[in-house]
């Protein structure tokens, strides 16, 4: 092999071989973009989009989000929307949607913290609501205590 092949062999991949994908820690309001469209005039979304959820930035701009595990909690429970909240994503190049990875969500006192939801019965935690895995009952929403 020719001693410029293998230069080019040894080079890190670049953006011909996938996306660039960019991680981020972003700030606003986790939404559903039916709310996030109101002040644009436009008419209430229905079907399938009017469940989209979105975040709304302090500047104005909304970005939708994947569901994925990072965010299913966001689609699914609404008491953890309309909150303060700071999303640390993953950002493919040409997507405008963003992959939740983790997400820390103002709590009643407004600080920012880690929800979860979790069985007094069996202590384990999840990151969307469900059945405990364990036991079947119930889990609670709380907001995981600092370390």
């Known amino acids: 092999m020719s001693p410029a092949l293998m230069l080019v062999a040894l080079l890190p991949p670049t953006a011909v071989d996938g996306?660039?994908?960019?991680?981020v820690?972003?700030?606003g309001e986790v939404v559903l973009l039916a709310e996030?469209?109101?002040p644009f005039g436009l008419p209430e979304q229905q079907g399938p989009i009017a469940d989209?959820?979105?975040l709304k930035r302090a500047g104005g701009e909304i970005i939708p989000l994947l569901y994925n595990v990072g965010s299913?909690?966001?689609f699914e429970d609404g008491r953890?929307?309309?909150?303060?909240?700071?999303l640390v994503a993953r950002r493919l190049e040409g997507l405008p949607y963003l992959q939740v990875v983790s997400a820390r969500v103002a709590d009643e006192s407004g600080a920012l913290r880690i929800p979860e939801y979790y069985c007094d019965i069996c202590t384990i935690s999840v990151r969307y609501d469900q059945?405990?895995?364990c036991?079947?009952?119930p889990m609670e929403l709380r907001f995981k205590p600092e370390d």
């Not at 996306?19 to 991680?23: A, F, I, K, M, Y």
């Open 19 to 23: 996306p660039v994908v960019e991680t």
């Open 131 to 133: 059945p405990c895995p």
């Open 135 to 137: 036991c079947q009952a």
């Open 25 to 27: 820690t972003l700030e």
């Open 80 to 86: 953890l929307r309309n909150r303060p909240a700071e």
């Open 36 to 38: 996030a469209l109101g």
């Open 52 to 54: 989209q959820v979105v």
């Open 72 to 74: 299913r909690a966001f």
